[in-house]
């Protein structure tokens, strides 16, 4: 009986963990990165025929409410695929890796990432998504937006 108890309580709290929407990041890794200087960084000209990231929701033109659905596009070029599992995401400007935090709630498929619900805290955010194609060649996308 404890056993069939125990199972019903550790059930409900999966499913209630799993409900939530994603905490993208933490208030405190929000200011930081807000407060630092800005890394340098290169310019660099796209590969030729290189993946292709679309930001498909949220739309970034326009302040962003939290939690939001996130939903990313990815193109390649005849002749290549998409790797998934070399799908990237980091943070402001010390560049946190938070794939993991993403992996942890969906999916990335040779087609895009679908997350239903990101929290990020009110404040200004920028990420870095990077995705490879079966020939190695690296497509990047910096999106950078405001949540009210």
Not at 43 to 49: Q, R, V
Not at 103 to 111: A, C, M, Q, R
Not at 118 to 128: C, E, F, V, W, Y
């Amino acid at each position: 009986m404890k056993k069939i108890i125990f199972s019903c309580i550790a059930s409900f709290a999966f499913l209630t963990h799993a409900a939530q929407p994603l905490m993208l990041v933490t208030v405190d890794e929000m200011i930081e990165s807000n407060k630092a200087p800005p890394l340098f960084t290169a310019k660099a000209i796209p590969e030729k025929d290189a993946p292709v990231i679309q930001i498909i929701n949220p739309k970034i033109a326009s302040t962003v409410s939290s939690p939001t659905p996130v939903e990313i596009k990815f193109q390649s070029a005849d002749q290549s695929t998409v790797k998934p599992e070399s799908f990237k995401v980091l943070y402001g400007t010390f560049q946190i890796d938070i794939t993991k935090r993403i992996l942890n709630v969906t999916k990335v498929t040779s087609d895009g990432v679908l997350v239903q619900a990101a929290n990020l805290p009110a404040g200004k955010h920028k990420l870095i998504l990077n995705i490879e194609d079966s020939q190695g060649r690296s497509g990047s996308q910096v999106v950078e937006f405001e949540v009210k």
